[in-house]
């Protein structure tokens, strides 16, 4: 029998005692959704739980031998979606007015290998409206708060999930990264966050935003954790042309590494307690006998605006099926052209009309070459960039964000300052590289998170880095913030 509440476990721990037959499912689903009852009204992690479902198929994984059990490696863990990824017979809005009564009639590939596997899906996790936001204060249907300090974001735009996994509302979600939106949220929530390879995990079913960046993730307490997740929804899709088999996994040697250590990732507008503790755990690392290399990534000045270009190109082609016809919301018009113009403005939210039109501006006649085109050609430059660097090093380390978890409502009037907390993370999706944030230390008791950054293809080796440094760091107290 479990000594400590079932919500406090990491979820390896949850699918031991299940298939040793110490705790049913059903013991281990209650559990947390009663920690949801109990904390979510003050946390707002959720958009949706589903209370009857879970505890259903809870239920059904209860009548498994143990060796079904054991052959599925979530078997009786709850999880939690991102509400941008498909969910048959569940709401999937994007955050957003326009999808708020959408219910889809398929999963993503991502669902269908959670299920698979065992895991229980427990309910979908708000959001950035359609991804596009680091705060997740752009969500149309819900807020959000940190769960270390309720008058704070917990980042986004997969703050739902980040916060649902702080709070111990569930041990695993997913989520989605575009420019960070994975690692910067699991950096201000203090939890282990991981943005695979582009195309190592499918995006079949994911709401697209810039389809070139977009890329699902696992988030955790722990790597081990994340790892186990991540190991669950990577592979090939025939759903999805870009998604890799994981045969072409690129090894690392086992150590000592060369760490890369990039000198535009310490300059001007870094927190204190942010370089404090990232400079900890370099010297953690040095310790450890692995070679701190000072490096250059030249083109990182460039990554905000070029990243700021091609997302947004690439999202006002995506968000235009969403126009009234098919599905979801739709406004009376006198006419056809009326009538798209007054859903997407009463459906859209201010940040996603503000992308639109940047991205729409980019690409007008007239102006291709210089905004669009110029911004691909800098993303090259970056990505080379990176090649060049992992000629010389193993890994680079860098903090995950310049700065902690900020107030609510404090940068509603400045998105350029919004915009500059993704300046470590974007240059990773332009890259198409692997990213993992996991926790350093607590500074002005918030978490502050450590980026570790691989060559393509090397995700489970970028997960075998960074468990070699977690027992060093100082251990995070949970619950976080939050009454039980």
Same mark, same amino acid.
């Given at each position: ?132 936001? =680091?705060?997740?204060?752009?969500? #149309?249907? &819900?807020?959000?708060?940190? %769960?270390?300090? @309720?008058?704070?974001?917990? *980042? $986004? /735009? =997969?703050?739902?999930?980040?916060? #649902?996994? &702080?709070?111990?509302?569930? %041990?695993?979600? @997913?989520?989605?990264?575009? *420019? $960070? /939106? ?303």
């Amino acid at each position: 029998m479990a000594s400590k509440p079932l919500w406090t476990y990491e979820a390896h721990t949850l699918h031991d005692l299940f298939c040793e037959g110490a705790v049913s499912a059903e013991e281990i689903v209650t559990s947390h959704l009663a920690r949801i009852r109990a904390v979510d009204a003050s946390v707002g992690a959720f958009l949706y739980v589903d209370e009857a479902g879970a505890v259903a198929e809870a239920r059904r994984q209860d009548q498994w031998s143990a060796a079904e059990r054991r052959e599925r490696p979530l078997s009786g863990v709850p999880v939690a979606v991102k509400d941008n990824i498909v969910t048959q017979g569940m709401p999937t809005t994007a955050g957003s007015k326009i999808l708020g009564e959408f219910v889809s009639p398929y999963d993503a590939t991502v669902v269908v290998k959670l299920k698979q596997a065992g895991a229980v899906i427990i309910g979908k996790t708000n959001l950035d409206e359609f991804a596009m936001g =680091s705060s997740t204060e752009h969500s #149309a249907l &819900a807020e959000t708060r940190n %769960p270390w300090d @309720l008058s704070r974001v917990p *980042g $986004g /735009s =997969s703050g739902g999930s980040a916060a #649902a996994v &702080a709070a111990q509302l569930v %041990p695993l979600a @997913l989520g989605s990264d575009t *420019g $960070g /939106s994975i690692r910067q949220p699991s950096s201000y929530c203090g939890i282990v966050g991981m943005k695979p390879t582009y195309g190592r995990v499918s995006r079949y079913g994911l709401i697209a935003f810039a389809s070139s960046l977009d890329q699902i993730g696992p988030m955790a307490r722990s790597i081990r954790d994340a790892r186990l997740l991540y190991h669950v929804i990577q592979g090939a899709d025939r759903h999805d042309s870009t998604a890799l088999s994981s045969a072409g996994d690129r090894t690392v040697s086992g150590g000592p590494w060369r760490i890369g250590v990039p000198r535009e990732y310490f300059g001007e507008g870094m927190d204190a307690g942010v370089r404090r503790l990232t400079e900890a755990a370099l010297e953690r690392l040095r310790g450890m006998g692995h070679a701190l290399v000072e490096i250059s990534l030249p083109h990182t000045s460039y990554a905000i605006a070029t990243y700021y270009l091609i997302a947004p190109a690439e999202a006002s082609s995506n968000l235009s099926r969403f126009d009234g016809v098919r599905y979801g919301m739709r406004a009376e018009g006198r006419d056809l052209l009326t009538m798209y113009e007054k859903t997407r403005d009463e459906g859209f939210g201010a940040e996603v009309k503000r992308r639109i039109l940047l991205g729409t501006h980019a690409l007008s006649a007239g102006y291709y070459d210089a905004y669009y085109l110029t911004a691909q050609k800098v993303r090259t430059l970056i990505r080379q960039d990176f090649d060049k660097a992992f000629q010389e090093v193993d890994f680079i380390v860098t903090p995950t964000t310049p700065d902690v978890a900020f107030r609510r409502g404090e940068r509603d009037d400045d998105p350029i300052k919004m915009y500059l907390g993704d300046v470590y993370t974007v240059t990773a999706n332009l890259a198409g590289i692997p990213g993992l944030s996991m926790p350093a230390g607590v500074a002005d008791g918030l978490p502050v998170g450590l980026q570790w950054l691989a060559p393509g293809l090397a995700d489970t080796a970028l997960f075998d880095a960074a468990a070699t440094l977690e027992p060093q760091m100082e251990p995070m107290v949970w619950p976080m913030g939050v009454e039980a």
